[in-house]
């Protein structure tokens, strides 16, 4: 499973917002995805990685 955050225009804020203040926490909104992650070869890995880092992001291989 793959979880980011959730765009904004596809969940309720207000509700979301009302929530916050009650509870006087912040909430992050996440959806996610059912995804089959792909086998890779450790060359694969260490290109991944080293893209990973020259980029700052963190990228997942997955089946299509």
């Known amino acids: 499973m793959l979880c980011s955050y959730s765009k904004t225009e596809s969940i309720d804020l207000k509700a979301i917002q009302g929530l916050e203040k009650d509870l006087g926490k912040t909430l992050l909104a996440f959806s996610c995805q059912d995804i089959k992650p792909a086998e890779v070869k450790d060359e694969e890995l260490a290109r991944i990685n080293?893209?990973?880092k020259k980029l700052g992001?963190?990228?997942?291989a997955i089946e299509q």
Do not use: A, G, N, P
Request: hydrophobic share 70%; aromatic share 0%; no cysteine.
């Open 57 to 60: 992001v963190v990228l997942v």
């Open 50 to 52: 080293e893209l990973e």
